[in-house]
């Protein structure tokens, strides 16, 4: 059977050039970076070069990127540590209702030692209002932050000028940019980013391997303690072939990030364009131009969105109903919910992301199938209350 993964959203293959720069650290140069002998010299010149490597296509230091388990921790540790290592000037926070589970969870721990958390609305494109932010910021406040790419709409915020107020404002900003590297050039001098965090899974590198800037100067309590590792800031021995392949996945990725945006641009278009015209009664969910090209997310009318994962999975067609915590339970999505998508489009919203590898013909394939079960859903589909004729 066909198989087409749409999926890229929740992780992407590993490339080929990734995983030939992981290998020699897995059976050749498979040291402990942290040991004093020429094998632990040789995996930590790997981990040296590869920390060089992503300081210099997020323009930072080499001495402010530290290596993590991923986005999840980079986020669980920039939140949580700014919040322990600030809270003697104020216990007031700023997020958004978009932010991925790692975000508003750390959140959640935070509430219950005592911090306060405003969850901020966005508008129907998934924007955050600047003015919104300045209305919600206190004296007290002394974290904002705020992703800069959504996952589930490829909503781009502005992270420059909300970074630039919490700036005025004396209070600390991180971002969460999984889903911006590779997309979106990322400069945190430019954009006066504090801390940042980011993944290499999401384009074409290992699983379970990311990173997070903190800004020298910053005010950050660890999260794991033990060994020296990461300038005794991150316990735990160094995963070098993983790092070996982040590195070369940011070179890439940095290196071909306006072709791929053009190239998947393209595909996206033309898949958005057939399904606007061959299945009624669809929306686009997101911004219409401030947004990543790999991410659409477009709501169907009187289908279940469950039902119709499913049914694209017995054609091999693998999408998500959202973020990939939230798919296989039927609930909402958050960030449809906080963008106010109608009702009727909300429950029935599959998100679509493309690889740079995506082709025509897996495309064709995707809108032949979409357009038959759509139709065939609706056809069975006990909601009729929007007034639609079926
Ligand atoms: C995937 C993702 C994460 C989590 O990253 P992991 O490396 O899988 O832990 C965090 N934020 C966003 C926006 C993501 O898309």
Redesign the pocket.
Known sequence: MKRVYLDN?ATTFCSNEVLNEMLPAFNTVYGNANSLHSFGRDAAAIVDHARDNIAKAISAKSNEVYFTS????S?NWAIKGVARANAYKGKHIITSKIE?D?VLESCKTLENEGFEVTYLNVDEHGLVSLADILHYIRKDTILISI?A???EVGTIQNIKAIAKTAHEHGIIFHT?A??ALGAVKLDVNDMEIDLM?L?A??IYGPKGC?ALYIKNGIKCADLLDGGAQERKRRAGTSNVPAIAGFSKAVEIATRDIIVNQQKIKTIRDYFVKHILEKIPYVRVNGHQYQKVQGIVNIGFEMVDAEALLTMLDLEGIAVSTGSACTSGVAEKSHVLSAMKVPDEYLKGSIRFSFSKNISKEDIDYTIEKLVEIVAKLRSISPITKTGRAK
């Open positions: 959203a991923g986005g999840s921790e986020n991925h790692s992703m790419v959504n996952n969460d999984v889903q965090s993944s899974h999401k990311g």
